[in-house]
């Protein structure tokens, strides 16, 4: 069975602050995706992480996939209040249709 | 802009009741899903569907069925509402890319279902 596991489940932390939130898994996975909630939305993607290594940023989000693919860390700089939400890690199943979800990392951010 | 929709924000229902959830995308996709968001348990795969018709079973399908009978459209049916389906509802949907893995998923903003 696939599994991700996300750490830390919750996190608080004051505006300015940097944080990473791990995703971790025993399997290889061909790609892994990041998404963000906020409350009474559905999550939205993030980015995508296909290649082990690959390193990406969204402005003060930084996406990084391990090596093995079975690892992703989302690293945010300077954080703002308008960080906080629910980040889940997600990667496709053996059959490459569904998505296998984290259960989640809740950030709060104060000012 | 990729749209899903979802029939209702919140929904309360009486145990024993039968509850429809409609879930309705714009951008033709093939794949559509539901899933139930439980604080400490994450999303959990309830079903999903990759064309009409066609349906398979998530990871927590017991007490739930679906209906796909237009490509735009996937329901959720609780034949028997009880206690323990009190939930939030996200309905998904996402484009089919054979050979290349799961793509993006797009939400619909969710149903907080109530069943007393």
């Known amino acids: 069975t696939q599994l991700l596991e996300q750490s830390p489940q919750f996190l608080s932390i004051q505006e300015g602050e940097n944080l990473t939130v791990y995703c971790n898994s025993s399997s290889v996975f061909s790609s892994l995706q990041w998404y963000r909630q906020e409350p009474g939305e559905g999550p939205v993607l993030l980015v995508t992480?296909?290649?082990?290594?690959e390193v990406k940023k969204l402005k003060r989000l930084t996406f990084q996939f391990g090596d093995a693919r079975k690892d992703s860390s989302l690293h945010i700089t300077a954080a703002q209040t308008g960080d906080t939400g629910l980040y889940l890690c997600a990667g496709a199943d053996q059959a490459g249709t569904a998505l296998i979800f984290g259960k989640g990392t809740t950030l709060s951010v104060s000012s | 802009d990729v749209k899903v929709t979802q029939s209702s924000r919140y929904l309360v229902k009486r145990t024993g009741e039968k509850v429809f959830l409609e879930c309705v995308q714009d951008m033709d996709h093939e794949n559509m899903f539901w899933y139930r968001q439980d604080p400490g348990l994450g999303l959990r795969l309830i079903y999903f569907s990759y064309d009409v018709k066609m349906k398979e079973k998530g990871d927590i399908p017991e007490g739930y069925s679906v209906s796909r009978e237009k490509k735009e459209r996937f329901s959720l049916i609780l034949e028997s509402a009880s206690t323990n389906q009190t939930s939030m509802y996200l309905c998904a949907s996402s484009f089919q890319q054979p050979g290349q893995g799961a793509d993006t998923q797009y939400f619909g903003p969710g149903t907080r279902l109530t069943v007393l």
């Open positions: 992480v296909v290649t082990g290594g």
